[in-house]
Each structure stands twice: as structure tokens, then as C-alpha cells.
């Protein structure tokens, strides 16, 4: 059974902290996302990777940046939390090639910064 | 850029009712086109997608339509049930690269018994 897991369900910061939300796919999918979910506006994309090492910017990329140094994991960072960055954060996988490839995603980071 | 626009929720239904949520698309190629759902507590899961102009996506009672000359892809189920309610995502993608996805705003489907 194909599987993206969150390291954390829940998550409660202090504003200025470093913070770091981790993924781990087991399906050897070349593609990675990170998204953030609030009411009303849907998914916004943050950030995606499409191979090891490599990153793009997405709509909302201010006040955060990536890490992928394995296939398999897929990292977001917040450098410096502030409370407008309470949100679920959605990691999300995918395979290269083919029309309308399925989009694997974890269970979600529900992170409240205080 | 792309967008997706979906019709607002929440949404209160009883079971056996029909069921449409309404879903319109703005993007400059030949997206392929999705919808999602959000069960409580769980991450998000393909429900169906269709690829091309007069596609039919279904699965679990669900259907949707890929209609380009209306920009349009609503979701319908004919007889809701209670195991419904959840989020649901209308969503494209264009068909290269990392093919990555475009969502609406999500509709909450409450099914009352």
C-alpha cells in the first residue's frame, strides 16, 4: 500500500522558531509538494521538488524553504515562525509521466504557532 | 495563471439526495482535471479525474464531466449516504513536468440521516 507519512499530527511552535516539518514517501515518486491548508482558500502550493536536490518556488513560497537530499524525504522549514503560519500543512507525491498522474498525499502537520 | 473556482459550502443534505457540487476552471493549456476528497482526520485521496474534453470520471457512485466548452467539471451523485460527508477538492493539472496541482477553495458535504 502506497504511503506518505508526516512525522507529526500536531505541532505547537513559538514565533522565531526554526521549525521543521518532515516527509517520507515509500514509492520512489520523483515529485514532492508541500501545501498549506486553511478554510476557504483551499491548498496553496508552497514548495515542490522534482528530483533530489532540486526545488521551485510555488504561490506562497515567503517564510519558508526546502531541504531534499533523498528521494525518499522531502522537508519544509519555516525559518523564523510567526502566527500567520498556523495552518495544516499537507505533503503530497507523485510519479513523472504520464496525463493526470495520482497525487499521493500524508495525513497532514496541523502546526499552531503561539 | 491557472485557477479553479467550486461552488461554496458548506453543504447540508439528507441521504438518498441528489448531489452536485459545481466546479469551473481557468488555464491556458488542456489541464487534466480532478477531484479530491478529505475524509475527518485523513489527508487528501483521489476520488476520480478525466484527461480530455467529454471524459467521464467515476468512482463510488461519483461522476463528473470535462466539459472545455463550458470550463467546467461538477461533481454529481445521484443518492448520497451518510459515509459521504467529507471535503471535496476540485483540482487541475497541466499535463507536463512535475504536473503539479491547482485546487479550489474545497466544499463541505454534511449527509444528515
Known amino acids: 500500500d502506497v504511503k506518505v507519512t508526516q512525522s507529526s499530527r500536531y505541532l505547537v511552535k513559538r514565533t522565531g522558531e526554526k521549525v521543521f516539518l518532515e516527509c517520507v514517501q515509500d514509492m520512489d515518486h520523483e515529485n514532492m509538494f508541500w501545501y498549506r491548508q486553511d478554510p476557504g482558500l483551499g491548498l496553496r502550493l508552497i514548495y515542490f521538488?522534482?528530483?533530489?536536490?532540486?526545488?521551485e518556488k510555488g504561490d506562497i513560497p515567503e517564510g519558508y524553504s526546502v531541504s531534499r537530499e533523498k528521494k525518499e524525504r522531502f522537508s519544509l522549514i519555516l525559518e523564523s515562525a510567526s502566527t500567520n503560519q498556523t495552518s495544516m500543512y499537507l505533503c503530497?507525491?507523485?510519479?513523472?509521466?504520464?496525463?493526470?498522474?495520482?497525487?499521493?498525499f500524508g495525513q497532514g502537520t496541523r502546526l499552531t504557532v503561539v | 495563471g491557472d485557477s479553479v473556482t467550486q461552488m461554496e459550502g458548506p453543504v447540508t443534505l439528507s441521504e438518498e439526495a441528489f448531489l452536485t457540487i459545481n466546479c469551473t476552471y481557468t488555464?491556458?493549456?488542456?489541464?487534466?482535471l480532478f477531484w479530491y476528497v478529505q475524509y475527518p482526520g485523513e489527508g487528501l485521496q483521489l476520488l476520480l479525474k478525466?484527461?480530455?474534453?467529454?471524459d467521464k470520471g467515476s468512482n463510488k457512485g461519483f461522476e463528473a464531466t470535462y466539459r472545455k466548452e463550458t470550463t467546467s467539471f461538477h461533481l454529481e451523485k445521484g443518492s448520497v449516504q451518510v459515509s459521504d460527508s467529507a471535503v471535496y477538492f476540485c483540482?487541475?493539472?497541466?499535463?507536463?513536468?512535475?504536473?503539479?496541482?491547482?485546487f479550489g477553495q474545497g466544499t463541505r458535504l454534511t449527509i444528515n440521516p
Open positions: 483540482a487541475l493539472s497541466e499535463p507536463w513536468g512535475a504536473q503539479k496541482l491547482v
Open positions: 521538488s522534482y528530483d533530489v536536490k532540486m526545488k
Open positions: 488555464a491556458t493549456g488542456y489541464p487534466s
Open positions: 503530497a507525491s507523485s510519479v513523472t509521466g504520464g496525463a493526470a498522474t495520482e497525487a499521493f
Open positions: 478525466a484527461t480530455k474534453a467529454d
